[in-house]
């Protein structure tokens, strides 16, 4: 599709787009008069907020670039523990009524408020990151995020040498159900005598499986005790757990979302990173910003997928082309997934 391709090759090149350290903390805008003709982009973060070195920060990222390029203001607010759809409403009104545009929901939990919302003010355009919601005004940006999996699984399976790997995934949810889904083909189309071990952190996000670093952790030490020395987690917050127990225990991690082998707060752990799946997050907020900055706004569903480099995997550790086959297998799955030849499932 046309919009499709718009957006898709204003991302490419943004993969890489560096995350500006950042502290955990409440709402963050520039002061300055109530003009909205000088407001752009407004992001309301998903659990975990800002800090998270993964999916809230790369979507930080690429506010932060738009900032700078289009010189306006800008708002991030926090999410708040145990809050409702009604909350979540009231959040993203309030950033519309003040005049910011776009206004984006980084996360799936978004999509209620979000379809409420858009409804309320047709002027205004809105995106949402991992969920699909109907609405002129919405742009609905998705990801294939099997297909990074598939590559971290491949990875992995070149990786161990216990034949045992671990999936962790912060939430029981379909969108996490699709990096599990990948990632355990990936393994087995390369190695099919390894074997994957997979365990959800929570069944719900109130619950905290994307905000508890101690239960990623826990969960990581389990799977080490039985052998796992390759560990891939879909958890939010929580995977910075995974990483620190796969580094005192001298295991492979694998990232996700973002390049974490390069974030500053897991400087201590990375040289056990072996890699990260990555999503590009960043460059799907800063191309609907930029769209709407350029008075052609992007509505519909929007799909980053390999073809367009809208996920991918990280090869910043040097370790990474150390491992025997491991980059060519990665290689040669990917231009066979983009060419069609293998088909990553989602569930």
């Known amino acids: 599709m046309r919009r499709i391709s718009k957006l898709t090759r204003v991302a490419v090149g943004v993969a890489s787009l560096g995350l500006v350290a950042t502290a955990c903390g409440g709402t963050s805008s520039d002061s300055g008069g109530s003009d909205s003709s000088d407001k752009g982009l407004a992001i309301a973060y998903d659990v975990g907020g800002k800090g998270d070195q993964s999916f809230n920060d790369a979507a930080y990222a690429g506010l932060t670039k738009a900032k700078d390029e289009f010189g306006y203001k800008t708002a991030d607010i926090e999410p708040t523990e145990g809050e409702t759809n009604a909350d979540k409403e009231q959040r993203l009104a309030s950033l519309a009524k003040q005049g910011y545009n776009p206004v984006i929901g980084v996360g799936f939990a978004y999509g209620p408020a979000m379809k409420a919302v858009a409804a309320k003010y047709p002027k ?43 999936f962790v995934g912060g939430v029981d949810v379909p969108l996490i ?44 030490e389990g799977q080490i005790e039985k052998k796992a020395d390759v560990l891939y987690a879909a958890a939010g917050l929580s995977g910075q757990g995974v990483i620190e127990a796969a580094a005192k225990a001298k295991v492979w991690a694998i990232g996700v979302d973002s390049d ?76 066979e997934i983009i060419d069609g030849k293998i088909k990553v499932n989602t569930e």
């Open 260 to 335: 974490q082998y390069k974030q500053a707060a897991l400087a201590p752990y990375k040289n056990y990173i072996l890699t990260s799946a990555l999503k590009d997050v960043g460059g799907a907020v800063y191309a609907l910003s930029k769209s709407v900055h350029d008075d052609k706004p992007l509505t519909g569903t929007q799909t980053f997928d390999l073809k367009v480099n809208g996920v991918g995997l990280a090869e910043s550790n040097p370790e990474y082309a150390k491992v025997a086959g491991l980059q060519d297998a990665v290689n040669k799955a990917k231009q």
């Open 124 to 166: 205004t355009t809105f995106g949402i990151v991992d969920s699909v919601v109907p609405g002129k005004n919405v742009a609905s940006l998705v990801f294939a995020e099997e297909q990074a999996s598939y590559l971290a699984g491949v990875a992995a399976a070149k990786a161990t040498k216990t034949d045992v790997v671990g």
């Open 177 to 220: 159900h699709k990096f599990e889904a990948g990632y355990k083909q990936g393994v087995q189309d390369t190695n099919s005598k390894v074997k994957v071990l997979s365990q959800y952190l929570t069944q719900t996000a109130e619950e905290g499986g994307f905000s508890s670093p101690d239960k990623g952790k826990a969960a990581a």
